[in-house]
């Protein structure tokens, strides 16, 4: 049977959420229990920790939080990816609740991709984020990597372009071998720089071939991660590129309802009582979620500087419009 101190350790391990040794111990007593002629408690016990480490794992890998071993981009690679292990989750994140569900379902998909995969089908894993900026799109990348527990790498595709003019197929080619061997979210930024028809005439050329090569491999890329366009300017795209990604996801500038959900969280660590939100939304219309941010951040930091918890809805209102000034 456990001794005091054992029942003391399991409580400590429990509260301290120490699950390894948390059943070591629990074995040690089972061990014990079978020594002292209780074998049918020390059997049971066995059994019950198996039966409860089996079940947490099992919880563990569905989340998709088993810890990914840091991945760093090294030589050629370096210059091609970024790579950020982000906490952002989608709750940090004011979204219209279709948006949200789409978002979800990319999610679910992704935790049972083995049992959709068992099955014959392909989880989804190409998107398309399309919509004008400030509105999201990179946010969703860093989101959906957060959530998953996997890196995020950014690509810069304009970037791309104009360091390696004339290399740059091959160039994608690395980016897709990695895509390949380490799963992760991989972001393509600034995705028009593809599709578009911008630069010199030369560039032109360069452009189209390098659309091309990134149609096939995506085309061809069967990996484990997910592969992410970004756009500002999607009527500069190719329609060609649209039928490449499995979901085409609209981004679009904040309602009244997520233009004060963006504004209370992100003023949440002061005191907004004397603020009305409905007119702090009319003074934000027209604003992307970034403008809007970037407005509260500037009322909040006229508060601290004042020395003031609270953030008065005249300056709130002022940096809004201010903001807003600035489109004209
Ligand atoms: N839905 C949102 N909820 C909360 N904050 C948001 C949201 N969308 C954007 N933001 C804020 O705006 C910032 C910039 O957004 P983000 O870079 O994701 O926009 P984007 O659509 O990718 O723009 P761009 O095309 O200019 O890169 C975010 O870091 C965040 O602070």
Not at 186 to 200: M, T
Request: hydrophobic share 45%.
């Amino acid at each position: 049977m456990a001794t005091a101190d054992q029942v003391k350790a399991l409580i400590r391990c429990h509260a301290a959420g120490d699950d390894a040794r948390f059943y070591a111990i629990a074995m040690q007593v089972a061990a014990q229990a079978a020594r002292s002629g209780h074998s049918k408690f020390a059997q049971e016990l066995r059994e019950l920790v198996d039966q409860v480490k089996a079940k947490a794992s099992a919880i563990e890998s569905v989340r998709g939080q088993k810890p990914v071993p840091l991945a760093q981009p090294r030589g050629e690679l370096a210059g091609l990816l970024t790579v950020a292990y982000p906490k952002t989750r989608l709750v940090d994140m004011a979204l219209t609740a279709p948006l949200r569900a789409r978002l979800d379902r990319v999610l679910v998909e992704q935790r049972q991709r083995d049992r959709i995969r068992a099955h014959g089908f392909v989880p989804m894993r190409k998107l398309l984020l399309i919509g004008p900026p400030g509105t999201g799109k990179t946010m969703t990348g860093a989101a959906l990597a957060g959530e998953l527990g996997i890196p995020l790498f950014t690509i810069r595709l304009d970037g791309l372009i104009t360091k390696y003019m004339g290399e740059t197929a091959a160039k994608l080619r690395l980016v897709f071998d990695a895509i390949l061997s380490t799963r992760g979210v991989y972001l393509f930024d600034e995705f028009d720089a593809l599709g578009s028809e911008r630069g010199s005439k030369n560039d032109v050329g360069e452009i189209r071939r390098v659309l091309n090569s990134f149609l096939q491999f995506l085309e061809q890329d069967e990996s484990d991660s997910l592969v992410i366009g970004a756009t500002n300017h999607v009527q500069l795209l190719d329609r060609a590129l649209f039928r490449r990604f499995d979901a085409v996801v609209e981004y679009t500038l904040p309602t009244v309802e997520i233009a004060i959900r963006v504004m209370k969280a992100r003023l949440s660590l002061l005191d907004t009582s004397g603020i009305d939100w409905a007119c702090a939304a009319k003074a934000s219309e027209g604003l992307s979620h970034a403008e809007i941010t970037h407005a509260c951040e500037q009322a909040a930091k006229n508060a601290i500087l004042e020395q003031s918890a609270a953030v008065r809805e005249s300056e709130l209102v002022c940096a809004l419009e201010e903001r807003r000034g600035s489109h004209a």
